[in-house]
C-alpha cells in the first residue's frame, strides 16, 4: 500500500494564480483532511470531509476550497494564491473520523510558495 | 473547547539521556489524546495515543506517555536518546464536538539530541 500521497511535492505560484493540490489514500478510508503546518504554529485544519460526498470547513477555511472527487481522493483548490497561503500542506485520512481514537494517516506534504 | 499547550518550542538533550517532552490539554470531556512525531522532509506519524483503557501508555521507538487527569498532562518520555529521535513532536487532541474525530495540534515541540 501506497498510503497517502500527495502531488506536487513543491509548487512555486505567483500571486492571484490558482492551483489544485491532489490527494489520495488506497486504505479504504472513510475521512479525509486537509491542513497547513507554519513555523511555530502546528498543524491547522483547513477543510475535511467525513465521508464520500460531505465536506466541511477546520479553522482555517477562507481561500480554499475542496472537492472530494470519489472515496480515495480530496482535492484541495487555491483559485487566488497569496504570500499569506505560502505553507506546507499536508493530507490525511482515518478510517471513520466520527470515532474520536482512530489514528489519522498523513501524506508527505506539498510544500507551497506564493511570490 | 479543546487544546493543547506543548511547552517549550525546542528542547535539546545529549545521546542517551532521558527525554521529557511535555503537554498540557485542556477539554471539557474525557480526551482522546495523541502524540505524532515528524521527521524532517515528512508528514506526521503516530508514536502513540491515549484512548481511557490505560494511563500509561507505550508507543513506537521506546516512547511512553502518562496520561494524568489532575494534572490535565500527556508527557511524553524516552529513557535514553538515541540521534534518530532528532524530529518534531506534535501533542494532539481529538474534538470530541460535532466534528467528532478532528484533530488539534499544539505548536510542536523540536528535538535535537547531542552526541
Known amino acids: 500500500n501506497a498510503g497517502v500521497t500527495q502531488t506536487p511535492k513543491f509548487q512555486v505560484l505567483k500571486t492571484g494564480q490558482s492551483m489544485t493540490l491532489q490527494c489520495a489514500q488506497d486504505?479504504?478510508?472513510?475521512?479525509m483532511y486537509w491542513y497547513r503546518q507554519d513555523p511555530g504554529m502546528g498543524l491547522r485544519l483547513i477543510y475535511y470531509s467525513a465521508s464520500e460526498g460531505t465536506t466541511d470547513k477546520g479553522e482555517v477555511p477562507n481561500g480554499y476550497n475542496v472537492s472530494r472527487l470519489n472515496k480515495r481522493e480530496f482535492s484541495l483548490r487555491l483559485e487566488s494564491a497569496a504570500p499569506s497561503q505560502t505553507s506546507v500542506y499536508f493530507c490525511a485520512s482515518t478510517q471513520q473520523g466520527a470515532i474520536p481514537t482512530d489514528t489519522q494517516y498523513f501524506g508527505p506534504g506539498t510544500r507551497l510558495t506564493v511570490l | 473547547a479543546q487544546s493543547v499547550t506543548q511547552l517549550g518550542s525546542h528542547v535539546s538533550v545529549s545521546e542517551g539521556a532521558l527525554v521529557l517532552l511535555r503537554c498540557n490539554y485542556s477539554?471539557?470531556?474525557?480526551?482522546?489524546l495523541f502524540w505524532y512525531v515528524q521527521y524532517p522532509n515528512q508528514g506526521l506519524q503516530l508514536l502513540l495515543k491515549?484512548?481511557?483503557?490505560?494511563?500509561l501508555v507505550k508507543g513506537i521507538n521506546g516512547f511512553e506517555a502518562e496520561f494524568k487527569k489532575s494534572e490535565t498532562s500527556f508527557h511524553l518520555t524516552k529513557p535514553s536518546a538515541h540521534m534518530s529521535d532528532a524530529a518534531e513532536y506534535f501533542c494532539a487532541v481529538s474534538d470530541g464536538g460535532g466534528s467528532q474525530g478532528n484533530l488539534i495540534f499544539g505548536k510542536g515541540t523540536k528535538l535535537s539530541v547531542k552526541p
Open positions: 491515549y484512548t481511557s483503557a490505560a494511563t
Open positions: 486504505m479504504n478510508h472513510n475521512s
Open positions: 477539554s471539557s470531556v474525557p480526551p482522546y
